[in-house]
């Protein structure tokens, strides 16, 4: 009987596919479940079904803090930093020249991970605003920093951009560009109907719950993104199945 080193095979369209059906899961109990709150349902039958539309209402809201699906956003910008981290390491063993770039983006995704988590990009809504006095689509003013962060790790990163193959150009791109237009252009869009709607109705819980729902789409394509990566360039020793 031969040692063999472990196998680890992972397909990822089939994670893809599985990470893009949850996010549909959810959106649709976050909808479903604002639905019931703004226009109530014919009769509660008992405690446990009052119990279960309480959860539905709120451990599944796509726009709260601190459920069910806060979770599953902070676990899907978890594990690119993790997939990052690996990236990193092994481009460090190599002594490859964008080695750091790696490693500054397996920092921003965790970083993202807990600010998600912890609710931290917020905090700065009511600082902002009260400096900015900014309405409408800026309604929700942290997106006035983050738009500013963006331009910045665009500009850090542009040669690290370009000397990537045509394929993951195109990945990287699409993914983070559906990501970042889901948390700010998004935001952005459910600024204006909180400024001119507020946020207690189902309109604005229909537009929140898409707009997270784009940000976790992009996320799930990062994912697919860095396993089609590492599926490519990994050296021996893991096997990713094709």
């Known amino acids: ?26 959106v649709a109990l976050s909808i479903w479940g604002q ?13 446990w079904h009052e ?25 899907l910008l978890f594990i690119p930093a993790l997939l990052l981290f ?64 963006v331009a910045v790790f665009g500009l850090a990163y542009l040669m690290f951009f370009l000397h990537l193959e045509t394929k993951f150009k195109i990945l990287f791109f699409a993914s983070l560009a559906i990501y970042i237009g889901g948390v700010i252009g998004g935001e952005m869009v459910s600024g204006y109907y909180a400024a001119n709607l507020g946020q207690k109705n189902f309109t604005y819980a229909m537009v929140a719950s898409f707009e997270e729902s784009i940000e976790m789409f992009g ?12 599926k490519q360039y990994l050296p021996e020793g893991l096997t990713f199945k094709a």
Do not use: C
């Open 1 to 26: 009987m031969t040692n063999q080193p472990p196998i680890i095979k992972i397909n990822p369209q089939r994670i893809l596919i599985a990470l893009i059906a949850l996010v549909g899961l959810l």
């Open 35 to 47: 639905r019931i709150k703004y226009f109530g349902v014919a009769d509660i039958r008992g405690s």
């Open 51 to 75: 119990f279960l539309l309480d959860l539905l209402m709120q451990a599944f809201f796509m726009d709260a803090e601190g459920n069910i699906t806060t979770f599953v956003n902070a676990l």
């Open 86 to 149: 690996v990236i990193a390491a092994w481009k460090s063993g190599l002594k490859d020249r964008f080695r750091f770039h790696w490693l500054g983006l397996a920092l921003v995704f965790l970083f993202l991970s807990f600010d998600e988590a912890a609710v931290l990009h917020e905090r700065l809504i009511k600082p902002m605003r009260a400096i900015l006095g900014a309405d409408g689509i800026f309604y929700f003013t942290w997106v006035v920093p983050g738009l500013i962060a």
């Open 219 to 230: 996320a799930s394509l990062i994912v697919y993104s860095l396993l089609e990566y590492l």
